[in-house]
């Protein structure tokens, strides 16, 4: 049995020679090949690892010359390797190449994907700070509710599996996803997944490709995949989003009135609240339900609709806003001038989710026929989304 190691990389020339270095050191008793897989990098990775080539036969180079991206280099190195088991690893040298022999010892165990994972007993992710690991802690969430991921380090892009299993959903992988393990795990459909601790190490040379264009990647392959896999309905996901971004506007609006004008009480909340609930319309109508209308009468009668299903809410959340307000300042003894955003803000807010909390109640109760809603193209017990 032979082990094929991939390791995409991309300016990575001063890596390589010590990321073979210790990769041979590992394997130095198994059957294996080294495939660099090089994205053509300006600081010619490629002819490096061509050099180290010549002196050790197992060294292999594939220089890609289009569709760059780390997704499709992994599955182009995958293609291309000869090994019956195929792993990847970057070439960071972030990976400790020395827990591959234990990998390649779960597999023949009886796993079908082995992962180097950082959040089990024994793995770290190192000199992470504090905004790293809450950037990875709400990732790794977002894969394990919405995939189904039963991995504590979905995120990983370190691991190995059959190369025959590789073959078999070859067709169904995206290369644009940056995390090329979630299109495994999520096409195998197999729960027998097993990983291996080890430590996150510090990159010695040249820079992080973590950027916010890939953040935004895996976002769009999360949601692609989840999609795919009907584990959450498309639909309410969609809602969700919307929803969220209801919250947002609703606290965005108010922030502006309370900073920027002389209206705090009431009015602001009501103001800040009718903002969201027409945005929370568009959004419903072109994305999370249904295409927008042709005709602006029809809209417009629609979002009267609309307004008139929300309307309860409405009122909740101004009360809410107004009662909350009153309690600081009259029991709390809080004096809630024009200084105080905050305390207002977080009135609003909780106004605002007593607001949901009340629609939702009244749309579990009462059906909305569309005899109502004045025959308009509107469907019955729609989400209010705030």
């Not at 180290?52 to 594939?62: C, E």
């Amino acid at each position: 049995m032979r082990l094929s190691v991939i390791s995409p990389t991309l300016n990575e020339a001063a890596n390589v020679p010590l990321l073979v270095e210790q990769i041979e050191r590992a394997l130095c008793d198994i059957d294996h090949e080294i495939l660099i897989v090089d994205d053509d990098s300006p600081d010619r990775t490629w002819s490096v690892a061509k050099d180290i080539s010549s002196a050790h036969p197992q060294v292999r180079i594939l220089r890609r010359m289009e569709n760059p991206g780390l997704g499709a280099a992994v599955i182009d190195g995958f293609s291309a390797a000869a090994g019956d088991v195929v792993a990847c690893i970057d070439a960071d040298l972030q990976h400790d190449p020395s827990i591959l022999p234990r990998m390649l010892e779960e597999l023949q165990k009886g796993a079908d994907v082995v992962v180097g994972s950082r959040h089990v007993d024994g793995g770290s992710t190192g000199e992470w700070n504090g905004l790293r690991r809450i950037q990875s802690w709400i990732a790794t969430k977002m894969a394990q509710l919405l995939l189904g991921a039963r991995l504590k380090d979905p995120l990983s892009g370190y691991f190995l599996f059959w190369r025959k299993d590789f073959s078999e959903i070859k067709a169904q992988l995206d290369g644009k996803g940056f995390k090329i393990l979630l299109e495994i795990v999520a096409n195998l459909h197999t729960s027998r997944v097993k990983e291996v601790p080890y430590t996150f190490r510090p990159r010695r040379n040249g820079v992080s490709k973590l950027s916010g264009k890939v953040i935004l990647q895996y976002f769009h392959q999360v949601w692609r995949l989840c999609s795919l896999s009907r584990r959450v309905p498309v639909r309410f996901l969609k809602a969700a989003v919307g929803g969220g971004i209801g919250i947002l506007t609703n606290l965005l609006v108010m922030a502006i009135l309370l900073e920027s004008t002389s209206v705090h009480n009431w009015r602001a909340s009501v103001v800040a609240s009718l903002a969201a609930n027409l945005q929370n319309y568009i959004l419903y109508r072109t994305w999370t339900h249904v295409a927008g209308l042709d005709r602006p009468f029809r809209k417009c009668r629609g979002y009267l609709s609309y307004l008139l299903m929300s309307s309860a809410g409405l009122v909740a959340a101004t009360v809410s806003y107004a009662a909350l307000a009153w309690l600081l300042i009259h029991v709390g003894r809080m004096h809630l001038g024009p200084a105080s955003f905050y305390p207002r803000l977080v009135c609003q807010f909780i106004g605002i989710l007593l607001g949901i909390r009340f629609n939702y109640a009244l749309n579990r109760v009462f059906d909305w026929p569309d005899l109502v809603l004045l025959h308009l193209e509107v469907p019955t017990k729609a989400p209010i989304l705030r």
